[in-house]
């Protein structure tokens, strides 16, 4: 079974511009969760969609935004990029009605913005 | 805010050594204390899980331990090999409606040849 895939791996870009992250979740798994990592501040849940629906959103300006697809898929984006949001930009998926604290991730979108 | 306080930064042990990471968390209000693996370039992969209710789990060479009244839970890593070498993060979840994780802050372990 394919894992968490994202796109782009790397990217660059210059401050105000914007951005969209892509994932494609594991088959079958209806949950996809974003997360920033940063050596800073290590990592920090940004929102969670579950069958289309955003069921929760951590502590992160409007500028930070999501969607998930019919097919479970999912974007992010970020509006007027700065220079604090260089990060990676971690995707993860997981299965199933019930949870055991179990999130499989993706490689990363890494985000540099100059 | 609610957090996860994850000791050491950086560990160094020789090979065949055991290896511990500490944990502290605020309140019971959760369900699961996962542990997560990353290696550099790579996404955390999950390594174990354990729900308050149960003082230790162990898989393999990996065993946490769970201390409810202390709010504190620890991984054990016996036998250390180089390629245990990652950066490991604690989190706490919780059964909820939304699936959300709070990452302590890593230790970067190194296992010496």
């Known amino acids: 079974k394919a894992g968490v895939t994202q796109t782009p791996r790397y990217l660059i870009k210059t401050r105000g511009q914007q951005v969209t992250l892509s994932c494609s979740p594991i088959s079958g798994h209806r949950s996809v969760s974003w997360y920033q990592q940063t050596p800073g501040q290590g990592l920090q849940f940004l929102f969670e969609y579950f069958s289309e629906t955003q069921r929760n959103k951590g502590n992160f300006p409007g500028r930070f935004s999501g969607r998930q697809f019919s097919n479970s898929r999912s974007e992010m984006n970020v509006s007027t990029l700065e220079l604090g949001d260089s990060a990676l930009y971690l995707c993860?998926?997981?299965?199933?009605?019930?949870?055991?604290?179990?999130?499989?991730f993706g490689e990363g979108s890494r985000l540099t913005v100059l | 805010q609610q957090q996860v306080k994850q000791s050491p930064q950086s560990l160094i042990v020789q090979k065949g050594g055991i290896s511990i990471i500490n944990c502290a968390y605020e309140n019971t209000a959760f369900d699961y204390f996962p542990w997560y693996q990353q290696f550099p370039g790579k996404g955390p992969a999950l390594l174990i899980a354990i729900r308050p209710d149960v003082s230790e789990k162990k898989e393999g060479r990996f065993t946490i331990s769970f201390n409810k009244s202390a709010k504190q839970f620890s991984l054990h890593i016996m036998d250390s090999q180089p390629g245990d070498s990652a950066t490991y993060f604690c989190?706490?979840?919780?059964?909820?409606?939304?699936?959300?994780?709070?990452f302590g802050s890593g230790t970067q372990l190194t296992v010496l040849p």
């Open positions: 993860a998926s997981s299965p199933g009605q019930t949870w055991g604290g179990e999130l499989f």
């Open positions: 989190a706490r979840g919780s059964s909820g409606s939304a699936r959300q994780l709070t």
